[in-house]
């Protein structure tokens, strides 16, 4: 990930933004899709459930919706903190040797 965009953060960088707002949105960019993937996977289980459960499979349930928003909650936070810590040691390369190897 740090990789990937090393060279957008060290232009980002270079036109004045900060170690914190370069990492910031380098989290954000990995948090906004693993809500997505959160919210959806949700919706598809529960649908899942639903569609076996007209087929006869009457075993399956549906956890309480509180535990829902928990395992989407927590998703997005283990996603935000390991994107982070990267993403800010990243932040923090000089940004002339980064420019000047590519």
Do not use: F, Y
């Amino acid at each position: 990930m740090v990789v990937d965009a090393r060279r957008s953060s060290a232009v980002a960088r270079a036109l004045d933004a900060t170690p914190g707002q370069v990492s910031a949105g380098l989290s954000g960019a990995r948090v906004l899709p693993a809500l997505a993937g959160a919210l959806l996977g949700i919706a598809g289980g529960i649908g899942l459930v639903e569609a076996v459960r007209r087929n006869g499979g009457s075993v399956l349930t549906i956890p309480p919706a509180w535990w829902l928003a928990a395992v989407a909650i927590a998703t997005v936070a283990i996603v935000g903190v390991l994107t982070a810590v990267p993403a800010r040691a990243g932040a923090r390369r000089p940004v002339a040797p980064v420019l000047q190897a590519e």
